[in-house]
């Protein structure tokens, strides 16, 4: 599976983006997909998930502020993003999981940079 995110770039806080990641193949083909960031210095971290069902979860630093959401249509997954903060800046990448010959497999992509300015 590749993965393109784009979307990325400079806003003030309390602006909003929203990220958008295009695979490959049908969405509906990947068990799970994410939204992880990374900002310097610090770890790679989940921001949130949706999974096969459409269920979704959030990191409680984004909860309220950011929507995973998905269409099919377009093999696309979104990180609507708002309310942002200086502290959500960080390389965006998004992941697909799939379970295949009896193992989870993780595909990333590139990522995209969102920036927030005081």
């Known amino acids: 599976v590749q993965l393109v995110e784009s979307g990325g770039g400079l806003v003030q806080a309390g602006g909003s983006l929203r990220l958008s990641c295009v695979a490959s193949?049908?969405?509906?083909?990947?068990?799970?997909m994410d939204w992880y960031r990374q900002a310097p210095g610090k770890q790679r971290e989940l921001v949130a998930s949706i999974i096969s069902s459409g269920s979704t979860d959030y990191a409680d630093s984004v909860k309220g502020r950011f929507t995973i959401s998905r269409d099919a249509a377009n093999n696309t997954l979104y990180l609507q993003m708002t309310s942002l903060k200086p502290e959500d800046t960080a390389v965006y990448f998004c992941k697909a999981q799939i379970f295949s010959l009896s193992t989870w497999q993780d595909y990333w992509g590139q990522g995209t940079q969102v920036t927030v300015t005081v």
């Open positions: 193949r049908s969405i509906f083909t990947i068990n799970n």
